[in-house]
């Protein structure tokens, strides 16, 4: 397994959820990291992206609660979801797209609910 999340789960609105995804040593040094989600019936979207050298970049809809990062010793990267929001319930999925030549390297992916 080259890709895989965990710590999706059910919350209050309001609360926070921290996901976690561990790569491979050889995808994660070379690549920017960065999760997406899906909800239903809907395309998959991006939420957060952290590069190589540690910049990031957010959705609009999470800026302000969502937190992402990299421990690049442990070969992963972290969302840290605060305030969360009935809208942001979804399967979360975790990429890794290389810097060289841009593959993707996709994980399974992990439901997040978030009840009213």
């Known amino acids: 397994v080259q890709l895989q999340a965990f710590g999706g789960g059910f919350v209050q609105a309001g609360g926070s959820l921290r996901l976690s995804c561990a790569a491979s040593?050889?995808?994660?040094?070379?690549?920017?990291m960065g999760w997406y989600r899906q909800a239903q019936g809907k395309q998959r979207e991006l939420v957060a992206i952290?590069?190589?050298?540690?910049?990031?970049h957010y959705a609009n809809s999470v800026k302000g609660r969502f937190t992402i990062s990299r421990d690049n010793a442990k070969n992963s990267v972290y969302l840290q979801m605060n305030s969360l929001k009935p809208d942001d319930t979804a399967v979360y999925f975790c990429?890794?797209?290389?810097?060289?030549?841009?593959?993707?390297?996709w994980g399974k992916g992990t439901q997040v609910t978030v009840s009213s």
């Open positions: 990429n890794a797209r290389t810097d060289t030549v841009g593959m993707d390297y």
């Open positions: 952290i590069t190589s050298s540690g910049s990031t």
């Open positions: 040593r050889s995808i994660f040094s070379n690549s920017a």
